[in-house]
């Protein structure tokens, strides 16, 4: 595919020379000879790169690389400052307004088109890794699973978003530290997460556990967490990478299943095959052990009665108090 360059430039011998040279090395060029006309060409012909004059007349090329930079469509967009200024704090001026290269003028052209492919390849790079990165957000979103990475050496922790989306924190409110989430664990698992960090950290034990946490927007929550360790070349713990996934969908749903299969739905009891697995098993405990277990029946008379003179419904209410 074709790049299009956008050339911001108000000398129009540059202008066509930038037409001609580039165009044999293979880039369609589109032009522009002030800020105003240029800016409307980045929104309009979405230029793949954008050669950009220092100097212009109405507004300089630092200023209009500045604005290009505050609009969504350019957040991203490589721009070269073309600069016949030969002084460092221009350079560096030009890469403070959000350059992403700069070019000396006068300009060789052929090494121009050179710039122009790498750095276009780089871009290209790059979009390809934030799409990657987004793709993998929003994966992360979807299955309530955020990543961290730890290095014990410094108690530091680099967390993703859906991590402390699960937590219902931001990043500002939460320290550095792994440790800084136990406040928020169930007060009844503090102490086994605590002795799993550091079992992790100090001994390089990868482990996997769920654990209940408080969430201050989403309530009580339940976790899997597991981690892997990574070591240097002397076997020390270097750092420590994990996944925490919200699972107290799975869990509830789980809880259900379990409900549906062995409980009552009028009564909320024990059903037939929790009792048989229940009876079995006492059974089985009492053979191990050479001892005897009873079972006690309690059975409800003139039921039926109940049910063909009242109905149902007045049936069901006896059954459940």
Same mark, same amino acid.
């Given at each position: ?13 540059? =202008? ?23 800016? /409307? ?45 030969? %002084? ?42 934030? #799409? ?7 994966? !992360? =979103? ?19 978003? +859906? ?20 406040? @928020?664990?169930?007060?009844?698992? @503090? ?18 556990? +769920? ?5 201050? @927007? &989403? ?13 240097? %070349? ?6 420590? +990478? ?7 969908? &799975?869990?509830?749903? /789980?809880? =259900? ?6 409980? %009552? ?7 037939? @095959? ?6 079995? #098993?006492?059974? !089985? =405990?009492? /053979? ?27 049936? %069901? ?5």
């Amino acid at each position: 595919m074709t790049s299009k360059i956008l050339i911001i430039d108000d000398d129009p011998i540059i =202008r066509l020379l930038a037409v001609e040279k580039l165009a044999e090395e293979g880039f369609i060029v589109i032009e522009a000879e002030d800020s105003a006309t240029g800016i /409307q060409q980045v929104l309009d012909e979405k230029p793949d790169l954008v050669l950009l004059d220092v100097i212009l007349p109405d507004v300089d090329g630092y200023q209009i690389c500045q604005h290009l930079r505050s609009l969504p469509a350019a957040q991203h967009l490589p721009i070269i400052m073309l600069t016949g200024l030969d %002084d460092t704090s221009s350079i560096v001026q030009a890469y403070d307004h959000g350059a992403t290269d700069f070019f000396s003028k006068p300009i060789n052209w052929k090494l121009l088109g050179y710039r122009i492919r790498y750095i276009l390849r780089a871009s290209r790079t790059v979009e390809q890794l934030a #799409h990657s990165e987004a793709a993998l957000a929003n994966a !992360q =979103r979807l299955a309530h699973l955020g990543s961290w990475e730890w290095w014990p050496h410094t108690n530091t922790t680099e967390r993703s978003d +859906e991590y402390y989306r699960i937590y219902g924190m931001h990043k500002g409110s939460l320290a550095s530290s792994m440790f800084a989430v136990l406040p @928020q664990v169930h007060a009844e698992d @503090q102490e086994r997460v605590k002795t799993v960090l550091e079992a992790a950290a100090a001994k390089g034990q990868a482990y996997q556990h +769920e654990f209940r946490i408080l969430s201050p @927007q &989403l309530g009580l929550r339940v976790v899997h967490e597991q981690a892997r360790i990574f070591r240097n %070349d002397d076997g020390c713990v270097n750092y420590i +990478e994990g996944i925490t996934q919200d699972i107290t969908e &799975l869990v509830d749903a /789980q809880q =259900r299943i379990r409900n549906l299969a062995y409980y %009552d739905n009028l009564t909320g009891l024990a059903n037939r @095959q929790l009792f048989r697995e229940l009876l079995l #098993h006492e059974l !089985q =405990r009492a /053979q191990r052990q050479d001892k005897q277990c009873a079972l006690l029946f309690i059975d409800l008379d003139r039921f039926k009665r109940i049910n063909d003179t009242l109905g149902h419904d007045v049936g %069901d209410m006896v059954l459940q108090i």
